[in-house]
């Protein structure tokens, strides 16, 4: 296993990398492939040259999002198979009745969708439960990322109609959950503290963490539909507001505990 998400993430191979989907960051813009992005992806990619499902979870997909202070869901980061009509009408007013929303996780760690329907025989179980079959969701495990004890992030591993859930998959998650809160949760609050404390803008801020995620000048501008003076440009207003010279400096600096 890598030594960090970041390792990781740099040394991903392009071709193990699914293609980056639509995503709601609502009102803002379409999100690039973060570090979390990578991670997730790994938790639910298909083997090759196998049929069958893969990774650690062997997941149809997987959903990424961060939790703000009044927990609300934003800036979600979706894998490119998440039914679209699931994660819209989620959005729409579903999640009112979602049993695994942060705001109903109490202290766990991880929860598993069918356990929790199957626990909560209400109206609203029901309804909820239809809409998750009706949009092509067998089953989910969620899992809540904590940071000072409260839920700053979660990540959805999603199950299709007839995809087989591996047995033990609630142990699984729970022995990478720790994991995954740690490198998820320090690159978060780089994101969160990081543009007051040295003046970056929103956009130097996104350059910032794709470079953290070892993309390249080019790859910086295709997720963020830039072109690639642009980029250069937003580096170099990047280096003088941190002080350094370099981008692995830029790297060392924002992985740095304050």
């Not at 997987?62 to 009509?85: C, I």
């Not at 109490?106 to 199957?118: E, H, N």
């Not at 994991?179 to 949760?185: C, M, R, S």
């Amino acid at each position: 296993m890598a030594r960090n998400l970041l390792d990781y993430a740099a040394r991903l191979p392009q071709r193990d990398r699914p293609r980056d989907a639509q995503t709601s960051v609502i009102g803002k813009h379409r999100e690039g492939r973060s570090c979390s992005r990578f991670w997730a992806d790994r938790i639910q990619q298909p083997r090759r040259p196998s049929t069958s499902r893969g990774g650690i979870l062997e997941g149809s997909a997987t959903a990424f999002y961060e939790v703000d202070g009044n927990l609300n869901l934003n800036r979600f980061v979706l894998s490119s198979n998440v039914p679209p009509s699931f994660h819209d009408q989620y959005l729409a007013g579903m999640n009112r009745f979602d049993p695994l929303h942060p705001r109903s996780a109490s202290d766990q760690p991880i929860a598993r969708l069918s356990v929790a329907l199957d626990r909560c025989a209400t109206a609203e179980a029901a309804t909820y439960r239809a809409f998750a079959g009706q949009c092509g969701v067998a089953d989910m495990i969620e899992f809540f990322f904590r940071r000072n004890d409260r839920i700053v992030a979660g990540m959805s591993v999603l199950w299709a109609p007839g995809c087989k859930i591996p047995d033990g998959s609630m142990n699984i998650a729970e022995k990478i959950h720790d994991y995954l809160e740690f490198n998820l949760t320090s690159r978060l609050s780089s994101a969160v503290d990081e543009p007051a404390r040295y003046g970056l803008t929103s956009r130097e801020m996104e350059v910032v963490e794709l470079l953290c995620c070892g993309r390249t000048n080019r790859e910086i501008g295709e997720c963020l539909s830039i072109g690639l003076a642009t980029v250069k440009t937003h580096l170099i207003h990047i280096f003088e507001k941190l002080g350094v010279e370099t981008r692995s400096a830029v790297v060392a600096l924002m992985s740095r505990p304050h």
